[in-house]
Nanobody
């Protein structure tokens, strides 16, 4: 599967953005999906994950209650709705896919990665 992330941009603190990750191919519904982010000079870290059906989600503590991951298997797309954004959310955001069911929180758990989209939150 090939993944294309989009929707990043610049926003003031307290604002919202919705990231999208479009997948190629007809087997998207067979992939568990996740979002990660990487700030300058830091490691890539887990943000949110969703299982194949969308019925199970999991979040990093830092975004719980502010971010929502969802997917539309008919549109081959996974989303990350980000509300109440903070300057510390500034990073390049990556979507990732794994050809199994479940929720996965480590970068090594994913085989496929999108190119990343920049999110910048100003105070």
């Amino acid at each position: 599967v090939q993944l294309q992330a989009s929707g990043g941009g610049s926003v003031q603190a307290g604002g919202s953005l919705r990231l999208s990750c479009a997948a190629s191919g007809r087997t998207f519904r067979s992939y568990a999906m996740g979002w990660f982010r990487q700030a300058p000079g830091k490691e890539r870290v887990f943000v949110a994950a969703i299982n194949r059906s969308g019925g199970t989600t999991y979040y990093a503590d830092s975004v719980k209650g502010r971010f929502t991951i969802s997917r539309d298997n008919a549109k081959n797309t996974v989303y990350l709705q980000m509300n109440s954004l903070k300057p510390e959310d500034t990073a390049v955001y990556y979507c990732a896919g794994k050809y199994e069911d479940g929720v996965y929180t480590t970068t090594r758990g994913y085989s496929y990665w999108g190119q990343g989209t920049q999110v910048t939150v100003s105070s």
